[in-house]
């Protein structure tokens, strides 16, 4: 695993994303804190592997100008304008749903946001991923959201889509499956499809990759 962790981020760093490595989710957060110079503006996208490791408590309390999507209280259209305004925020934080050997993000969306700032916006992404996302290829990857992470964050935020009844993506069963694939109704969350290859900003993209597991 070591070997292959040390590979992913090899070829994150050829891919023009800066690698960082670390052997315990405890380091996280400290890495975090060197990486974000006080007083930036900070967003978030929708994350378990953000909520294991408290990050959102520790933007809360930090030296940040913190755009909290969770705040208590929101309606869902103040949520949606809060996402709409870290789109230019100096940093956002996510996850990825996989990153293959290749070195590149593979991430499905539902609001779209979380994507949207991998893409463009945001001066900074910083992207935590543990070794179980880790995937050979692309379509490795699209097989661990269709079976593993759209289910269970469907059961998170308690959407009763197909693939949270189904244990997996109801295309699962179709006999000439593409990536794009899927239910067709308004619970879906897999609606937009990114791939982050060679980036032409070099080092806009920051991934940490912990050795430990983390979120789905």
Not at 59 to 64: A, F, N, S, T, V
Not at 78 to 85: D, F, G, L, P, S
Not at 154 to 165: D, F, G
């Amino acid at each position: 695993m070591n070997n292959l962790i040390n590979k992913v981020a090899e070829n994150l760093t050829k891919n023009n994303m800066e690698a960082f490595v670390v052997d315990k989710k405890d380091e996280i957060i400290p890495l975090l804190k060197s990486l974000m110079p006080k007083g930036a503006s900070v967003g978030v996208g929708g994350s378990a592997t953000l909520d294991e490791l408290g990050v959102i408590p520790f933007l809360r309390e930090g030296d940040y100008s913190f755009f909290d999507r969770y705040a208590e209280g929101l309606s869902r259209p103040e949520a949606v304008e809060i996402m709409r305004q870290a789109l230019l925020s100096d940093v956002f934080i996510t996850s990825s749903n996989a990153v293959t050997e290749k070195g590149e993000l593979y991430n499905v969306d539902g609001n779209g946001n979380r994507v949207a700032a991998l893409c463009f916006g945001p001066k900074t992404v910083i992207v935590i991923v543990g070794a179980n996302k880790i995937v050979k290829d692309l379509k490795a990857a699209e097989e661990r959201v269709k079976t593993i992470a759209a289910p269970k964050n469907c059961r998170r935020l308690e959407i009763e889509s197909p693939c949270y009844k189904l244990g997996e993506c109801a295309s699962m069963g179709f006999k000439d499956r593409e990536m794009c694939d899927g239910c067709r109704t308004d619970e879906r969350i897999c609606s937009t499809y990114v791939l982050s290859g060679y980036q032409r900003v070099r080092d806009r993209i920051k991934v940490i990759i912990c050795k430990e597991n983390l979120g789905y």
